[in-house]
């Protein structure tokens, strides 16, 4: 019998990070013998981690335990900063340094008898200061993942990730690899998208078929107004000209938006009655699970694009471009560069629309060549 592989997953920046790494967890556990422990530090991830059935139902498939070990951190202390005031900072320093010192009973034993330990790659130290510390003493292997499934051909890097040395990031493809490199990431290894490991889409196909999911619905992926990435205009254009297409080309179907976790559905409340339309259902249900039952999906842009993809749903990129956007992405949209769908105004989603509806869609060619690359040695060796 195999020795049991020892995994810790520190979960610190995103709830998307679990979209990375149940898919990942899916293809390790269908044939090793592999014990995997996610410690979440952010108490706003985990409330909405066990708010999921889903989440759950992957849990126990997986045989995988969670729990919360809080840390204070920039997501659940987001309403201001205290202040540059030297009480301010100290009573911030002695906050953390109290909630640091009850978790290390629970963490440091659980980093010591692993074999692996996992965080994703924007590094937030406030809580991985544990493991790299235990690591200048007591070597262990790390991993770094990105928190969602991210294509990074043409992006501005940011500041160089902190320990960036002592890990290695795991790269969905090759085309992500100079990016890495900018922010730090010398140590690469392609492991390729785990979102189209075929054992994650059992996992989905026989939640969905349990639950009997059979009503057809057209999919919109939104997204939260940034400045970066999506100005309040263009985002009311594009949800208005949505609705709009969608009725005008799919009758009274079902629309169900998944709103983005940082989304105001306010808005989206507005937008819709603006547009008298009805049969409109907001969901926060997992974005896989939404496309097992869509004719189509629409995204405004993000890495959501590979959730309906990877369930062979026709999907497209539906996307103006915020003012800023190309300071950080200089030559547009990677997901169109790569040959995914993508369309600009109203009367091109129309055309998308009747390809759909005359049974022209063409699945990219990327998602084949993505769909044949899966490797997880990292984790056995």
Same mark, same amino acid.
């Given at each position: 019998m195999k020795k049991t592989k020892k995994i810790i997953v520190f979960i610190t920046h995103s709830l998307s990070e679990i979209n990375v790494l149940f898919p990942l967890f899916?293809? /390790?556990k269908s044939n090793s013998n592999i014990e995997i422990n996610i410690i979440f530090t952010v108490k706003k991830i985990h409330t909405e981690y066990i708010r999921s059935p889903f989440y759950h139902y992957c849990e126990k498939r997986l045989g995988l335990t969670t729990n919360l070990c809080y840390i204070p951190n920039k997501f659940d202390n987001n309403k201001e900063k205290l202040g540059l005031s030297?009480?301010?900072?100290?009573f911030k320093r002695v906050n953390y340094l109290f909630w640091l010192f009850k978790a290390l009973p629970i963490i440091i034993p659980k980093i010591l008898l692993s074999n692996i330990g996992m965080h994703e790659f924007s590094n937030q130290t406030s809580a991985t200061k544990p493991l790299y510390l235990l690591h200048s003493i007591v070597k262990k292997q790390i991993l770094t993942y990105h928190h969602g499934n991210e294509i990074t051909i043409d992006k501005t890097a940011c500041s160089k990730r902190a320990d960036s040395e002592e890990s290695t990031i795991l790269l969905f493809g090759a085309h992500n690899s100079n990016y890495m490199k900018k922010v730090g990431y010398g140590k690469q290894f392609v492991i390729g998208y785990p979102i189209f490991f075929k054992e994650w889409a059992e996992i989905v196909n026989d939640y969905c078929n349990? /639950?009997?999911y059979q009503n057809q619905t057209v999919l919109i992926y939104s997204r939260h107004v940034n400045e970066r990435y999506m100005d309040l205009d263009k985002y009311i254009e594009l949800l208005s000209s949505s609705l709009r297409a969608i009725r005008f080309k799919f009758n009274n179907v079902e629309i169900v938006?998944?709103?983005?976790? @940082?989304?105001d559905i306010q808005i989206i409340n507005e937008i819709i009655e603006s547009q008298n339309i009805s049969n409109v259902t907001i969901s926060y249900e997992h974005p896989a699970v939404l496309a097992k039952t869509a004719k189509m999906a629409i995204t405004f842009w993000g890495s959501v694009i590979f959730?309906? /993809?990877?369930m062979g749903v026709p999907t497209v990129e539906?996307?103006?471009e915020a003012d800023?956007? @190309?300071e950080d992405y200089p030559n547009g949209s990677n997901y169109k560069t790569v040959g995914i769908h993508s369309v600009s105004d109203e009367k091109e989603l129309e055309n998308f629309m009747d390809s759909v509806i005359n049974s022209n869609y063409e699945?990219?060619?990327i998602i084949d060549e993505f769909k044949k690359v899966k490797n997880t040695k990292i984790f056995f060796t």
């Amino acid at each position: 019998m195999k020795k049991t592989k020892k995994i810790i997953v520190f979960i610190t920046h995103s709830l998307s990070e679990i979209n990375v790494l149940f898919p990942l967890f899916s293809a /390790l556990k269908s044939n090793s013998n592999i014990e995997i422990n996610i410690i979440f530090t952010v108490k706003k991830i985990h409330t909405e981690y066990i708010r999921s059935p889903f989440y759950h139902y992957c849990e126990k498939r997986l045989g995988l335990t969670t729990n919360l070990c809080y840390i204070p951190n920039k997501f659940d202390n987001n309403k201001e900063k205290l202040g540059l005031s030297i009480i301010k900072k100290v009573f911030k320093r002695v906050n953390y340094l109290f909630w640091l010192f009850k978790a290390l009973p629970i963490i440091i034993p659980k980093i010591l008898l692993s074999n692996i330990g996992m965080h994703e790659f924007s590094n937030q130290t406030s809580a991985t200061k544990p493991l790299y510390l235990l690591h200048s003493i007591v070597k262990k292997q790390i991993l770094t993942y990105h928190h969602g499934n991210e294509i990074t051909i043409d992006k501005t890097a940011c500041s160089k990730r902190a320990d960036s040395e002592e890990s290695t990031i795991l790269l969905f493809g090759a085309h992500n690899s100079n990016y890495m490199k900018k922010v730090g990431y010398g140590k690469q290894f392609v492991i390729g998208y785990p979102i189209f490991f075929k054992e994650w889409a059992e996992i989905v196909n026989d939640y969905c078929n349990a /639950l009997n999911y059979q009503n057809q619905t057209v999919l919109i992926y939104s997204r939260h107004v940034n400045e970066r990435y999506m100005d309040l205009d263009k985002y009311i254009e594009l949800l208005s000209s949505s609705l709009r297409a969608i009725r005008f080309k799919f009758n009274n179907v079902e629309i169900v938006i998944k709103p983005h976790p @940082r989304e105001d559905i306010q808005i989206i409340n507005e937008i819709i009655e603006s547009q008298n339309i009805s049969n409109v259902t907001i969901s926060y249900e997992h974005p896989a699970v939404l496309a097992k039952t869509a004719k189509m999906a629409i995204t405004f842009w993000g890495s959501v694009i590979f959730e309906s /993809l990877s369930m062979g749903v026709p999907t497209v990129e539906y996307y103006k471009e915020a003012d800023k956007f @190309r300071e950080d992405y200089p030559n547009g949209s990677n997901y169109k560069t790569v040959g995914i769908h993508s369309v600009s105004d109203e009367k091109e989603l129309e055309n998308f629309m009747d390809s759909v509806i005359n049974s022209n869609y063409e699945t990219p060619f990327i998602i084949d060549e993505f769909k044949k690359v899966k490797n997880t040695k990292i984790f056995f060796t």
